[in-house]
């Protein structure tokens, strides 16, 4: 099924330990999105990447990399993880016109990563 | 930054309509959204609006835009338990040669038998 997959969909982590968030499209999306979620502040957005090859930092990208592997493929890392962290995770892509064409419009989310760190 | 901003909870009755409310303040956004997020679930689009229309209606949703205003609203007539969800409404924004997604903080949406 065409979509957005990100692994792993849960992890625990203690402080000070690294990890990479994977997330893969295959929608032929050329901008990537990843947000962290927390109770009560709605979506904050980490980095994007407008299309392969560029990244940029978002609203909160402090503690984190990531990587625009090819133009299906956007992970993000944490290397060196802090109980500030702890969160939910979400990779989404957009529409290369980044409008709705068809069925394929708006923003498709993956179903998320839930990250403890400990 | 651009804000969104809408109210954090509603409770309704079901067979009720439910409002859910949003302003925004980029004047150049294109395209809102509303998004639906099921417990534990991601957020998986309800329907849009392009900013040159004032209203749109799908089934039991009706989203009116008032462009003046920046204000955004959703309802869903007839609401059902399974309704029950937080929705967030979001703008695309341009900035530079990138489309910037801002969504709001999200609305519960808690609906009575």
């Known amino acids: 099924n065409a979509g957005v997959t990100q692994t792993p969909k849960f992890q625990v982590l203690k402080t000070g330990q690294s990890m990479t968030l994977q997330c893969a499209q295959d929608?032929?999306?050329?901008?990537m999105y990843w947000y962290r979620q927390d109770p009560g502040m709605g979506l904050r957005l980490i980095y994007y990447s407008a299309s392969e090859g560029t990244t940029d930092k978002g609203e909160v990208p402090n503690g984190y990399n990531v990587s625009r592997l090819n133009k299906r493929e956007f992970s993000l890392r944490l290397e060196s993880a802090a109980p500030s962290q702890t969160s939910v995770y979400f990779c989404?892509?957009?529409?290369?016109?980044?409008?709705?064409?068809?069925?394929?419009?708006?923003?498709?989310f993956g179903s998320g990563t839930r990250l403890t760190v400990v | 930054g651009e804000d969104v901003e809408q109210s954090l909870f509603l409770s309704v009755r079901e067979g009720d309509s439910s409002v859910i409310n949003c302003t925004y303040t980029?004047?150049?956004?294109?395209?809102l959204y509303w998004y639906k997020q099921e417990p534990g679930a991601g957020l998986q689009l309800l329907t849009y609006?392009?900013?040159?229309?004032d209203m749109k209606q799908d089934q039991r949703l009706t989203v009116l835009l008032n462009k003046k205003d920046k204000h955004l609203s959703l309802r869903i007539a007839d609401t059902q338990t399974g309704d029950s969800a937080i929705y967030f409404c979001?703008?695309?924004?341009?900035?530079?040669?990138?489309?910037?997604?801002?969504f709001g903080r999200g609305t519960s949406l808690i609906v009575h038998p």
């Open positions: 609006i392009f900013s040159n229309m």
């Open positions: 980029d004047s150049s956004s294109t395209y």
């Open positions: 929608m032929n999306h050329n901008s």
């Open positions: 979001a703008e695309k924004a341009r900035s530079g040669g990138s489309y910037i997604p801002t």
């Open positions: 989404a892509s957009i529409h290369p016109r980044g409008r709705p064409v068809g069925d394929n419009y708006g923003y498709t």
